[in-house]
């Protein structure tokens, strides 16, 4: 058990954040703002044409794409938190920036799987200029995609690099 618990600590607490993060903004969505409204301090009147609150439903994937799929959604996200509380504990600790990627990821699907689970649907709240609505969820997989993205490119830059200053401290051994 307490094997268990060092391998996974890092990965529950950062979900455990991110859910709690995202059921409590959905909450405070759906107790203070009928479904198809928008809230906006009136102070923040200005910010109205691009950035506003919202009571939205999405009962497909991410940003409102694929409306039907929500059993299709529901299953994925099963399937998703499966493979990455399977292969978590397999990531190197150094590598910080695919654990930290992997946990948002675990996060945002287990908030939006709760959703689909107890209400049907998925809340979406922030609307922002144009972009289809999004919430914290939502937003957690994506930001989680980027680190992912800027975490392999940097390893790989750094590997690079080490290769580089290899081959030239190889190459000044041969020269003696």
Known sequence: MKNVIRKYWTIVLIALLIVGLDQWTKGLVRVNIPIGETWLPESFGWLSPYARIVHWYNTGAA????????????????????????????????????????????????GN????????HVIDFVSVGTFPVFNVADASISVGCVVLLAGVWLNERAQKKKAANMEMTSGKVEEV
Do not use: C, H, N
């Open 113 to 120: 799987l709760i959703d689909r689970l107890t209400i049907g």
């Open 63 to 110: 940003f409102g794409i694929f409306k039907e799929g929500g059993m299709v959604f529901t299953v994925l996200a099963f399937l998703v938190i499966g493979a990455i509380l399977y292969y978590y504990p397999q990531v190197e600790q150094s590598d910080w920036s695919l654990r930290l990627a992997m946990s948002m990821q675990l996060g945002g699907a287990i």
